[in-house]
Nanobody, 125 residues
Framework: QVQLVESGGGVVQAGGSLRLSCAAS????????MGWFRQAPGKEREFVAA????????YYGDSVKGRFAISRDNAKNTVYLQMNSLKPEDTAVYYC??????????????????WGQGTQVTVSS
């Protein structure tokens, strides 16, 4: 079992930045591909970004490319999501997820095995 705890959400004005963190409990954290998803009210869960276990590859959803950056520190069992140039449409609950190494290749939530509880991000116009 991997327990994931997100932090760093909050309220920010459009154009601002936030950095989300996701801390994992599992010592084998470095084995997992990690992803970030988000879900706005009344909408399906949307893929945001993913990173391989070794951090040699990253993958982004079209709506966040060039604005968001995913990274990880395996020594700290933590994955990050740096969000810049935020827009009101980025408002959602953001979830981190852990999955087998090949998970980073897909945008499907069902490819990931473990999920955090989510952190709210609200972008005001």
């Amino acid at each position: 079992q991997v327990q994931l705890v997100e932090s760093g959400g909050g309220v920010v004005q459009a154009g601002g930045s936030l950095r989300l963190s996701c801390a994992a409990s599992q010592r084998t954290f470095s084995w997992y591909a990690m992803g970030w998803f988000r879900q706005a009210p009344g909408k399906e869960r949307e893929f945001v970004a993913a990173i391989t276990w070794s951090a040699d590859r990253t993958y982004y959803g079209d709506s966040v490319k060039g604005r968001f950056a995913i990274s990880r520190d395996n020594a700290k069992n933590t994955v990050y999501l740096q969000m810049n140039s935020l827009k009101p449409e980025d408002t959602a609950v953001y979830y981190c997820a852990a999955g087998p190494p090949q998970s980073y290749k897909t945008t499907l939530p069902e490819s990931y095995d473990y999920w955090g509880q989510g952190t709210q991000v609200t972008v005001s116009s």
